[in-house]
């Protein structure tokens, strides 16, 4: 039987400790980046912010990491990208849009990177306040 207590215990201020030096590893489902590639989609009544982690595979010599906030209002959203580690070229751009209820992120790859595989975390923020439209 698989037992969660290996892996995991209470930390502390109601943390989750990993064992053992225990670590998360992610393999998809991924999608590939064309055009206005929807990454993700979240409600602007649930959540306010979004923090991502996305890992873009073009081929064995192009490869990204970026780490990217999104925050977002029933009319504005805004992208920053405050961490971007890859071996040479940018393989994406990202941005958001809010359209009074929901906010698009979208990828668009750069100019010869058309069709690289993307997977992504995410961690979302609920919003403090109601949303009133």
Do not use: C
Request: glycine content about 4%; proline content about 2%; charged content about 20%.
């Amino acid at each position: 039987m698989f037992n969660l207590s290996k892996f995991f215990n209470k930390g502390l201020k109601d943390s989750v400790l990993f064992q053992s030096n225990g670590a998360m590893s992610h393999n998809g489902p991924w999608k590939q980046v064309y055009t206005n590639t929807l990454l993700d989609r979240f409600h602007v009544g649930d959540f306010s912010s979004a923090e991502y982690t996305i890992s873009i595979d073009f081929d064995k010599d192009n490869k990204e990491v970026l780490k990217v906030l999104v925050t977002a209002s029933l009319d504005e959203a805004s992208v920053i990208i405050y961490a971007r580690n890859n071996l040479g070229s940018n393989l994406v751009e990202v941005s958001a849009t809010v359209n009074n209820s929901y906010v698009d992120i979208t990828l668009n790859p750069t100019e010869t990177k058309q069709g690289a595989k993307v997977i992504y975390t995410v961690q979302y923020f609920q919003n403090q306040n109601p949303q009133v439209v």
